[in-house]
């Protein structure tokens, strides 16, 4: 499967994407800043849908100038409605990306290797 956007599986619990890297892909005409807030009038949740993250940009390295912005790691479930609303070619591209995706997440196979990572960090943890 063609990597259309980036799967971050940091959290073996929750595969998320960029909501940047979404809204760039999507080629959506307004600013992410605008974009994202409106997005979350659907009733998405902090915390449960998506998280957000501040990033440290350098604006010029000779004077130290840095301006911070903010992104955030969506769920495929959310990403995937986010698509649906767009209803354009690319938000059916990446819809079908995400179904895709989560079919992959829920093979036995993808199940059992997240199981065992799990595992492994929890007894980990207890030996620590």
Known sequence: MNELIKINNDDPERPTVSGRELHE?????????????????????EGKDFIPIKIENVLSQKR??????????????????????????????????????????????AIMQRALRIADARVAKLHS
């Not at 999507?26 to 009038?41: A, S």
């Not at 911070?68 to 986010?82: G, N, R, Y």
């Open 64 to 109: 130290e100038r840095t301006y911070s912005t903010t992104d955030h790691q969506i769920t495929v479930p959310m990403a995937k409605e986010l698509c649906m609303i767009q209803r354009n070619e690319r938000g059916k591209q990446a819809r079908q990306y995400f179904i895709a995706v989560e079919e992959e997440w829920n093979s036995p196979d």
């Open 25 to 45: 892909f999507l080629e959506v005409g307004t600013k992410y800043q605008d974009w994202f807030p409106r997005m979350c009038e659907y009733g998405f949740e």
